[in-house]
């Protein structure tokens, strides 16, 4: 769980043994990646998160080449710029996202964009899913309070979605279990402390073009609208319920 202390207990164990602390680092990534548990460490050894599913597993609402362009080149270079920018800083790093991006704005341009590009995205491929689900439960029951529908939920989403400006993500947070939908510019998140709209990312859709361009071109709209075909409600449900 505390993947830090653990290594830090672990390396003095082994520093007092004359063990090597090089070797030990890899042993201590225990890859998860809630905002709790994401850090591995404060390292810099974040991995590219694997992805749950083949690239060509949610066409046609998002094809193949996307797909592995948007991980295999896109996930990937924030996984590598993110390990970068925390290598350079000098000062401390929070070695969970909760604590880094509550504290983003003290932070490098680096480790904002592409730490915020490393958590956004491991959340977006994990709240997808071939062949997608229905909302049920207490998810369910908080957007019919919130929204007064699934439909008019989905409405006011797109609405965020479409009319955010340029490249981002919109969002549906949760506050104390209270909801709310909004947008970030770039790769900022609802956990920054730079963010508009600021609470637990429940679920998140990335407007960026790259994750749309090569099959949707211009119309966002259309991507947003087959977006929803693939939902995993299962993971959504779940995020909302660990907040
Ligand atoms: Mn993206």
Request: glycine share 10%; hydrophobic share 35%; net charge negative.
């Amino acid at each position: 769980m505390d993947n830090r202390r653990e290594f830090i207990k672990k390396s003095s164990l082994l520093a007092l043994a004359g063990v090597s602390m090089g070797s030990i680092v890899s042993s201590c990534q225990a890859n998860t990646s809630s905002e709790n548990t994401a850090g591995n460490n404060a390292a810099g050894n974040y991995e590219l998160p694997k992805l749950p599913y083949s690239f060509d597993a949610l066409a046609p609402h998002i094809d193949a080449t996307t797909m592995e362009i948007h991980h295999g080149k896109h996930h990937a270079g924030y996984t590598k710029k993110f390990n970068a920018a925390i290598n350079e800083t000098t000062g401390s790093v929070a070695d969970n996202f909760k604590d880094l991006f509550a504290n983003v704005s003290n932070m490098s341009a680096g480790i904002r964009n592409n730490g915020g590009g490393y958590y956004n995205h491991d959340m977006f491929w994990k709240i997808m899913k071939p062949g997608g689900s229905e909302p049920s439960g207490e998810i369910l029951e908080a957007i019919n309070s919130t929204f007064e529908s699934v439909d008019n939920f989905k409405t006011l989403f797109k609405a965020a979605a479409k009319g955010r400006f340029g490249s981002g993500w919109a969002w549906l947070v949760t506050n104390n279990g209270k909801l709310s939908i909004g947008s970030t510019p770039n790769q900022d998140n609802p956990l920054m402390d730079v963010s508009e709209i600021k609470g637990h990312p429940v679920m998140g859709i990335d407007v960026w073009e790259h994750a749309y361009y090569l099959n949707y071109q211009n119309k966002r709209g259309d991507y947003i609208d087959a977006w929803w075909n693939i939902l995993n409600w299962e993971e959504i449900a779940k995020r909302y319920k660990e907040a």
